[in-house]
């Protein structure tokens, strides 16, 4: 089967940080189903695992975990879905990911494709929506209020991939005041019209802008990326006994500063729960299937931004490229092989 790997980690501008290479085709078993890939999309976690990961010596890496496709096989123990069946997911930290033409995932990390999207728009969403998901209501528990303070959550980053479903899941899954921030004309105006009551630009100080929106100090603040760089601002404008979440990777992380407002701090990797084989590994599964039919229902739209073509080594350099600029608005996607 055809594929994309790589063998030594390496800047996006050498030849060969990422080739095109022909791999056998695997075989599903236990739980797992085979999933003839039909697009992925591109997120920052791959940039970073082909920056730094070394795969075993003659052996290719092969990134990716977005993904829609169409069920082909499905290991002996298998039993929510069959050959035929449309599915998209985000999958699990595997050494064989969906940047080739068939993968194999676990079922409970698979939820059903919504049958308004086509194969590209419904890759854009699995590894960003479930991260939303999982940071809003399993970490920040945003639906359980901080007592006599703005009901009001803050997403930094709110144009990019997480903060872009974010966004959306907040306005329509919870009574929040949405708070995005974005810094360019053309965010600002995404975030807006995924449903954003406010937005604030964070290349200037935080703390000054939200508190010039006038609505009091917010209960929750979500961290999609440059935590380091806003930290002590987000001290000083979150709420008194408010919840912090985060989901990049700050080389430090000093949360001293939360203490005189005895703010929580909850870290967000979606892989967890797939990583250590949690009990609840299935939620992700469920997760994938409500927002199946938000987006069926039209409560929620694709945060596709961009499609690169299809899938081979030229057009994942040029995602990764983009995506390493930290200027992508929405998701990468490429399609076909």
Known sequence: MRA?????????????SLVDIDLPKPVPKSRQLLVEVKAISVNPVDTK?????????????????????????????????????????????????????????????VGRKPGSLDYAQAAALPLTAVTAFEALFDRLDVKKPVAGVANAILIIGGAGGVGSITVQLARQLTDL?????????????????????????????????????????????????????????????????????????????????FKRKSVSVHWELMFTRSLFETQDMAAQGKHLNELSRLVDAGTIRTTLGETFGPINAANLKRAHALIETGKAKGKIVLEGF
């Open 49 to 109: 695992v082909r920056r730094s990961a070394r795969p075993e010596a003659g052996t290719w890496r092969v990134l990716g975990w977005d993904a829609a496709g169409r069920v082909v096989a499905t290991g002996p123990d298998a039993s929510l879905f069959k050959p035929g069946d449309d599915v998209f997911y985000s999958g699990a930290l595997a050494p064989q990911g969906t940047n080739a033409e068939f993968h194999l995932v676990d079922e409970r990390l």
């Open 4 to 16: 994309v790997g790589y063998q030594i980690p390496a800047p996006i501008t050498d030849e060969t």
């Open 177 to 257: 005041t949405v708070i995005a921030t974005a810094s360019r004309p053309e965010t600002r105006d995404w975030v807006l019209g995924l449903g954003a009551h406010h937005v604030v630009d964070h290349s200037r100080p935080l703390a000054a802008e939200v508190a010039a929106l006038g609505i009091g100090a917010p209960a929750f603040v979500f961290s999609t990326t440059n935590t380091d760089r806003h930290l002590a601002e987000i001290a000083e404008l979150i709420a008194p006994q408010g919840r912090f979440g985060l989901i990049d990777d700050p080389q430090t992380l000093d949360i001293n500063p």
